[in-house]
């Protein structure tokens, strides 16, 4: 199969535009004329710094992030900002806090992902709340997902923890959601957002979070590269804190860390940061996210009508229409008997596979299939994803 006939639809890593890893190709060998590929420059040399600094200002146009917001260029992926998310709103606290007793922490359930975040807060500290659990309500259309000025929410709460787009439940949460957060909470508690598999693909509001984080290896570029913005006054030095409950950070988490050596405490992953550059740019050429807004809408209204078009032959995981994913689409496919069908799944993904059409075959944990059309999945692609659907449903 050819690169220019395959619809990867992976959920991450996930495909990339053919026009930046054409360029990335060449940069590769020689990067701007040095005589040496790009990931062959010190991470210390003024080239590799320009680099940085050009991509950290194109993001923040991207994503229109303030200046009182840092952005931490970083390692680990988005399952280490489970822990540090949670260490440096700890210091954050007690900084602002010095005398208060052990903080509890507020957590939004609403998938695989934030599952993952609540178990490890859990392992390392005592008062984590379940501020609300979606999961069972995914699938029930009767079963609304509670708005946040229902959730279970704690008056001492150091941070509240939610993803934003559930990878592989499918499960996004709508536009600014939690603003409907009561107002006092929303001023005195950090709100932390997992958008690692939806950043830039909508907006998203920076001013209403303490931090911001996604990997790259969805819509920005290759796996390796984690970006964490973090409002300034958030990131304190946990070393100079005295309270009993916050355990010692690991150097590597610490966000004071990393600003204050411009994310060059150690080797950053050079490569993903220089491809995130180039699809950063990409993106703003083409009139930033405003105009892939409207494309994903399109891409999404394409794949997600004819799935509802076949209801006896489909049946989204998600039942509420206001939650399913622009990003991951996941669906069953169902049998004669009207239940899902895993011998039908493989029929459909054979079907997709014939029209070049791979990488869809649902997370292990919930099974069916997945769709992700991420920001580089064109509108014909998904268009061609749709006629797929159509074609099988009517066979
Ligand atoms: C929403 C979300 N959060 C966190 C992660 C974990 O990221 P990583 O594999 O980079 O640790 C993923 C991975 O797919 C994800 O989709």
Request: proline share 6%.
């Amino acid at each position: 199969m050819t690169r220019e006939q395959t619809i990867n639809l992976g959920a991450g890593p996930s495909t990339l535009p053919t026009s930046v890893l054409t360029e990335a190709a060449r940069d590769i060998l020689d990067y701007q004329g040095t005589g040496m590929g790009v990931i062959e420059l010190s991470h210390r040399s003024s080239t590799f710094q320009n680099l940085l600094k050009q991509t950290e200002n194109d993001l923040r146009k991207l994503a229109d992030i303030p200046d009182e917001y840092a952005v931490l260029f970083v390692q680990g992926g988005g399952t280490d900002q489970f822990s540090a998310t949670l260490l440096n709103l700890l210091a954050a606290y007690a900084s602002r806090n010095p005398d208060a007793p052990t903080p509890a922490v507020d957590y939004v359930v609403s998938g695989a992902w934030s599952n993952k975040a609540i178990k490890e807060a859990q392992r390392l500290f005592p008062r984590v709340n379940v501020a609300c659990d979606v999961r069972k309500n995914i699938g029930d259309a009767s079963q609304p997902i509670p708005r946040p000025s229902q959730w279970n929410l704690s008056q001492d709460a150091a941070l509240l923890y939610y993803c934003d787009n559930e990878t592989i439940h499918g499960l996004e949460f709508p536009v600014d959601f939690i603003q409907e957060l009561p107002e006092d909470y929303r001023k005195r508690v950090p709100i932390v957002a997992d958008c690692s598999s939806n950043i830039l693909s909508r907006p998203v509001n920076i001013r209403d979070h303490g931090i911001v984080f996604f990997g790259a290896q969805k819509n920005i570029g290759p796996s390796g590269l984690t970006i964490v913005v973090v409002r300034r006054d958030l990131v304190v030095d946990p070393d100079a804190l005295q309270a009993q409950y916050l355990p010692p950070i690991p150097t590597m988490l610490v966000y004071k860390n990393m600003l204050d050596n411009g994310s060059l405490y150690n080797t950053p992953p050079m490569f993903p940061i220089y491809v995130s550059g180039l699809v950063f740019q990409k993106l703003l050429a083409e009139g930033g996210v405003p105009s892939i807004t409207k494309v994903n809408q399109d891409k999404a209204d394409a794949v997600y009508g004819a799935l509802l078009a076949s209801p006896n032959v489909y049946r989204l995981n998600v039942a509420h229409a206001d939650f399913r994913s622009k990003m991951n689409i996941t669906f069953r496919v169902l049998g004669e008997d009207g239940e899902p069908s895993e011998e039908a799944e493989a029929a459909f993904i054979k079907l997709c596979g014939e029209h070049h059409i791979v990488q869809i075959k649902g997370h292990r944990s919930v099974g069916g299939v997945r769709t992700s059309i991420y920001n580089a999945t064109s509108l014909e692609q998904a268009q061609t994803l749709a006629s797929v659907i159509n074609k099988f449903a009517g066979k």
